[in-house]
């Protein structure tokens, strides 16, 4: 990816534990310095979502916009369009952004947007990926990183970590394991691609 402002939009619904372990890469790995790329702003569709007061703490531009107030998909993903494109990202990251995005916005954005799902893609697209893979019996489960493409958790694959499902396992217990890994290879996926 070249050019000297790579400037990175981070799209949230919730907590955004990946958003600020993506932050925190940026800064302990001087992204700016020396890969011309800075987290310039993290949109929410939830107004009260932990993630954005974080992210302005940190000084990070932040902006909700409340999906409710739309008509329809594509009025909403309109206005957010036009909000990400204040910034002109190089990159848009969704980390737990739990829209289901139209087929404009994902052409608009293709080829430089990536999401991170919570399973071993291409096993268990869609949601309650972790309760799913404690039913079928996984042994191992995960999270991937790949590019977004008009198929719902579908697209190249950019990283994976593997977990092992532990007997008495919950979707929680087990969530919670796999989001550790999530912290690990979201910022490494990231950094690769403004590095290359
Ligand atoms: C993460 O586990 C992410 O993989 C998942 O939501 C969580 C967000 O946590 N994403 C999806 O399920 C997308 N379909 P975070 O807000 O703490 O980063």
């Given at each position: 990816?070249s050019?000297?402002?790579?400037n990175i939009?981070?799209?949230?619904?919730?907590?955004?534990?990946n958003m600020?372990?993506?932050?925190?890469?940026?800064?302990t790995r001087?992204?700016e310095?020396?890969?011309g790329?800075?987290?310039?702003?993290?949109?929410?569709?939830k107004?009260a979502?932990?993630?954005?007061a974080?992210?302005?703490?940190?000084?990070?531009?932040?902006?909700?916009?409340d999906?409710t107030?739309?008509?329809?998909r594509?009025?909403?993903d309109?206005?957010?369009?036009?909000?990400?494109?204040?910034?002109s990202?190089a990159?848009?990251?969704?980390a737990?952004?739990?829209?289901?995005l139209t087929?404009?916005?994902?052409q608009?954005?293709?080829?430089r947007?990536?999401n991170?799902?919570?399973s071993l893609?291409?096993?268990?697209?869609?949601l309650?990926?972790?309760?799913?893979?404690?039913?079928?019996?996984?042994?191992?489960?995960?999270?991937?990183?790949?590019?977004?493409?008009?198929?719902?958790?579908?697209?190249?694959?950019?990283e994976q970590?593997?977990?092992p499902?532990?007997?008495?396992?919950?979707?929680?217990?087990l969530?919670?394991r796999v989001?550790?890994?999530e912290?690990?290879?979201?910022?490494?996926?990231i950094?690769?691609?403004?590095?290359a």
């Amino acid at each position: 990816m070249s050019g000297v402002n790579k400037n990175i939009v981070i799209l949230i619904s919730g907590s955004g534990s990946n958003m600020a372990a993506i932050a925190e890469a940026a800064r302990t790995r001087r992204w700016e310095a020396r890969l011309g790329a800075r987290v310039a702003a993290v949109i929410s569709n939830k107004a009260a979502a932990a993630g954005l007061a974080w992210a302005r703490e940190q000084g990070i531009a932040t902006a909700a916009l409340d999906h409710t107030a739309f008509d329809n998909r594509e009025a909403f993903d309109a206005a957010l369009m036009a909000e990400i494109d204040r910034h002109s990202p190089a990159l848009v990251v969704l980390a737990g952004f739990m829209r289901i995005l139209t087929p404009g916005f994902v052409q608009h954005y293709e080829g430089r947007m990536i999401n991170i799902h919570p399973s071993l893609l291409p096993a268990f697209p869609g949601l309650r990926t972790h309760q799913r893979a404690i039913e079928m019996g996984c042994r191992v489960a995960g999270a991937s990183v790949h590019r977004v493409t008009s198929e719902l958790d579908h697209g190249e694959i950019l990283e994976q970590a593997v977990v092992p499902v532990l007997p008495g396992d919950t979707a929680e217990t087990l969530a919670a394991r796999v989001l550790t890994q999530e912290h690990v290879i979201y910022p490494r996926a990231i950094e690769k691609l403004l590095s290359a």
